[in-house]
């Protein structure tokens, strides 16, 4: 399963970035049975849980990024969307999509990390 993230860029501190992470070559329903979730990873640190989403389509989020970041799916458009807002510095990163899906014994599959970088 390939998962295509795009999205990043560079912004100023209290801007937006949306985030979009497709997965073409799956059929709409095995997209639909998917568990989402974007993580990143900031120079020198772990790669951290950001947002995930279940099957029935209910989202978390770490508790830092409540009420900034929302993930959400178009089951239409085989993506998933990470809407960041009123992003800090300490938002610098990469981040990355991940899924699983029951057809795949919910092995984790990863998109490529797109950067994201928070200037002052």
């Known amino acids: 399963v390939q998962l295509q993230a795009s999205g990043g860029g560079s912004v100023q501190a209290g801007g937006s970035l949306r985030l979009s992470c497709t997965a073409p070559?799956?059929?709409?329903?095995?997209?639909?049975?998917?568990?989402w979730a974007w993580y990143r990873q900031a120079p020198g640190k772990e790669r951290e849980l950001v947002a995930s989403m279940t099957r029935s389509g209910i989202p978390s989020y770490a508790d830092s990024m409540k009420g900034r970041f929302t993930v959400s799916r178009d089951n239409a458009k085989k993506t998933v969307y990470l809407q960041m807002n009123s992003l800090t510095p300490e938002d610098t990163a990469v981040y990355y999509c991940?899924?699983?899906?029951?057809?795949?014994?919910?092995?984790?599959?990863w998109g490529r990390g797109t950067l994201v970088t928070v200037s002052s």
């Open positions: 070559r799956i059929i709409t329903s095995t997209f639909r049975d998917g568990t």
């Open positions: 991940n899924a699983r899906f029951t057809v795949y014994s919910n092995s984790d599959f």
